[in-house]
């Protein structure tokens, strides 16, 4: 199947160099905790410049099935929490669309409900495992069903859950987020271990909103039953997607440009750990932090960026990234290269195939392996 339409074909010509400033959507993970959090608190949480995506319109449409209610006004969305056991039967299927995100975290708040749902997706989602949330909150006493092999769609009954310890077998945030929205419905103290540090936007948000949460060193902890309150939330730019401007900036001769208010946690800046090392002339301007959360501007310059292999330790962190850094590294005087990113065959596409058959077609050298590539 082709991957191009010739009615949706669009002709790029090369830039001469990029100046001014832009200010991205907000930031896709944040938006979906907040919304799902807002779902299960008590009062009114007004989210600002919720994210205009696709996956996390998917994630509002399911809690207001679940009887959220809902009301969104152009960036901005009043969610009436319905309080932590307030959530009602949805009538018929729940529909997270492409969004793993929102299967996956929503599966850890289904978990603790007093009644049987079933949340389904779209033909991409439904080939995406969920075997890594099904195990976990089954040891928490819900009822999972899934179609063969542990994927969607899944029929969760809900009911009485008990805490657990949890060591993650792989790093996932979605999967962990589940167990603690899972732990605020258990009756004592519920503990995730991760392997590697991933994004810490569920505890933060959680911690904002009333819940005990506890952390020592890679061990998150979060004691239930919990009451969630309702809050005053703004949502920073998406830094997954500031880095095509990043990469632009700093490829395209002469460029200088700003990217405004976008979201620097730490648990998500390894672009910007990777990059300035390496040559990269990114500034960070104008940090401040909003409900937990840093945000500021980014000024880049075009820079000669060195490439290399990306290390493992790092690959978490960029796994968003990695197809638009492969582009980067077909202009560096050493390639790029990286491993274990496996996941990133699983996602809504094959991402690491997709990037290598388009980098291909435009020249590149490319070295396609299970887990990553290598670009020249």
Same mark, same amino acid.
């Given at each position: 199947m082709a991957l191009? /339409?010739?009615? @949706?074909?669009? @002709?790029? @010509? !090369? #830039?001469? %160099?990029? #100046?001014g400033s832009v200010r991205l959507p907000g930031d896709k993970s944040i938006s979906h905790r907040y919304a799902m959090?807002? +779902?299960?608190?008590? %009062? =009114?949480t007004e989210i600002h410049y919720f994210s205009s995506s696709a996956d996390c319109q998917s994630t509002l449409a399911c809690l207001e099935k679940l009887g959220a209610k809902i009301e969104r006004k152009n960036e901005t969305v009043l969610i009436q929490g319905a309080s932590l056991k307030g959530l009602r039967p949805p009538a018929g299927k729940l529909e997270a669309g492409n969004s793993g995100s929102t299967m996956r975290m929503l599966a850890g708040i289904l978990a603790g409900q007093p009644f049987r749902a079933l949340i389904g997706g779209d033909a991409s989602l439904s080939r995406r495992p969920m075997k890594r949330v099904i195990e976990p909150l089954g040891q928490m006493g819900a009822r999972i069903r899934s179609a063969e092999g542990g994927l969607p769609p899944l029929e969760i009954e809900g009911g009485q859950l008990k805490p657990i310890h949890y060591e993650l077998p792989l790093a996932s945030a979605q999967v962990k987020s589940a167990v603690l929205l899972a732990g605020l419905y258990a009756e004592g103290q519920t503990e995730v271990v991760e392997p590697i540090p991933t994004r810490d936007h569920t505890e933060i948000a959680l911690e904002q909103m009333g819940a005990d949460i506890g952390r020592h060193g890679q061990t998150i902890?979060?004691?239930?039953? +919990?009451?969630?309150?309702?809050?005053?939330?703004?949502? !920073?730019?998406?830094?997954?997607?500031?880095?095509?401007?990043i990469v632009a900036g700093l490829l395209v001769p002469d460029s200088n440009l700003v990217v405004e208010n976008v979201g620097l946690n730490p648990?998500?800046?390894? $672009? $910007?750990?990777?990059?300035? !090392?390496?040559?990269?002339?990114? @500034?960070?301007?104008?940090?401040?932090?909003?409900?937990g959360e840093l945000l500021g501007d980014l000024h880049v310059e075009s820079s000669p960026v060195q490439g290399g292999e990306i290390p493992p330790e790092a690959? !978490? %962190?960029?796994?968003?990234?990695?197809?638009? $850094?492969?582009? *980067?590294?077909? =202009?560096? &005087?050493? %390639?790029? /290269?990286?491993?274990? +990113?496996? &996941?990133?065959?699983?996602? &809504? /596409?094959?991402?690491? +195939?997709? #990037?290598?058959?388009? *980098?291909r077609r435009m020249g590149a050298r490319v070295e396609e392996f299970p887990d990553g590539l290598s670009v020249a």
């Amino acid at each position: 199947m082709a991957l191009f /339409s010739p009615t @949706k074909t669009k @002709k790029i @010509k !090369p #830039a001469k %160099g990029l #100046a001014g400033s832009v200010r991205l959507p907000g930031d896709k993970s944040i938006s979906h905790r907040y919304a799902m959090l807002g +779902a299960i608190a008590e %009062g =009114q949480t007004e989210i600002h410049y919720f994210s205009s995506s696709a996956d996390c319109q998917s994630t509002l449409a399911c809690l207001e099935k679940l009887g959220a209610k809902i009301e969104r006004k152009n960036e901005t969305v009043l969610i009436q929490g319905a309080s932590l056991k307030g959530l009602r039967p949805p009538a018929g299927k729940l529909e997270a669309g492409n969004s793993g995100s929102t299967m996956r975290m929503l599966a850890g708040i289904l978990a603790g409900q007093p009644f049987r749902a079933l949340i389904g997706g779209d033909a991409s989602l439904s080939r995406r495992p969920m075997k890594r949330v099904i195990e976990p909150l089954g040891q928490m006493g819900a009822r999972i069903r899934s179609a063969e092999g542990g994927l969607p769609p899944l029929e969760i009954e809900g009911g009485q859950l008990k805490p657990i310890h949890y060591e993650l077998p792989l790093a996932s945030a979605q999967v962990k987020s589940a167990v603690l929205l899972a732990g605020l419905y258990a009756e004592g103290q519920t503990e995730v271990v991760e392997p590697i540090p991933t994004r810490d936007h569920t505890e933060i948000a959680l911690e904002q909103m009333g819940a005990d949460i506890g952390r020592h060193g890679q061990t998150i902890a979060v004691r239930g039953p +919990a009451r969630l309150e309702a809050k005053k939330l703004y949502v !920073p730019g998406d830094i997954s997607s500031a880095a095509f401007f990043i990469v632009a900036g700093l490829l395209v001769p002469d460029s200088n440009l700003v990217v405004e208010n976008v979201g620097l946690n730490p648990t998500r800046t390894a $672009l $910007l750990d990777l990059l300035v !090392p390496r040559g990269g002339r990114i @500034k960070v301007l104008n940090v401040e932090m909003i409900n937990g959360e840093l945000l500021g501007d980014l000024h880049v310059e075009s820079s000669p960026v060195q490439g290399g292999e990306i290390p493992p330790e790092a690959i !978490p %962190g960029l796994i968003d990234e990695l197809p638009v $850094l492969a582009v *980067l590294g077909t =202009q560096t &005087e050493q %390639g790029l /290269s990286f491993h274990g +990113a496996a &996941e990133l065959r699983v996602k &809504e /596409s094959d991402r690491i +195939a997709a #990037a290598a058959e388009n *980098l291909r077609r435009m020249g590149a050298r490319v070295e396609e392996f299970p887990d990553g590539l290598s670009v020249a």
